[in-house]
């Protein structure tokens, strides 16, 4: 009876530190200011090719407490935008207060090719 006692005690503690550990934000879109600032930051010469009219990319990244942009991934069709997109912003700093630390913004990207 007692060890079924420390078992169950066990148990509880575990599924308690656990679901803590589990918690998952979701990505949020970043403010006005700071998007302005992103898209100041890249530019709009775009040196890399693609093929198509259009190249579209996911800026997953983050903000650190000395301002500094931290780019987390970058998805897109095109293998060139990671890299173009990272020596832009990463390590960048931006005139942006972090509310959260850690907190994870995604920004949606789309290159238009000009005729």
């Known amino acids: 009876m007692k ?3 420390y078992l169950f005690i066990a148990v509880a503690i575990f599924a308690f530190q656990s679901s803590f ?3 998952e934000t979701e990505p949020v879109k970043p403010s006005e200011q700071l998007r302005n600032e992103l898209v100041k930051l890249i530019g709009t010469e775009c ?3 693609f093929d198509k009219d259009e190249c579209t990319a996911e800026i997953l990244f983050t903000v650190n ?3 500094e942009v931290i780019v987390l991934s970058v998805t897109s069709s095109n293998p060139n935008a ?3 997109i990272k020596s832009k912003i990463n390590y960048k700093k931006v005139d942006f207060q ?3 630390e850690g907190e994870i913004y995604l920004l949606p990207m789309r290159v238009v090719k000009e005729s």
């Open 3 to 5: 060890n079924l006692k």
């Open 21 to 23: 550990a589990t918690v």
């Open 47 to 49: 040196n890399f090719e």
């Open 65 to 67: 407490t000395k301002g």
């Open 82 to 84: 990671e890299g173009y």
């Open 98 to 100: 972090v509310n959260r």
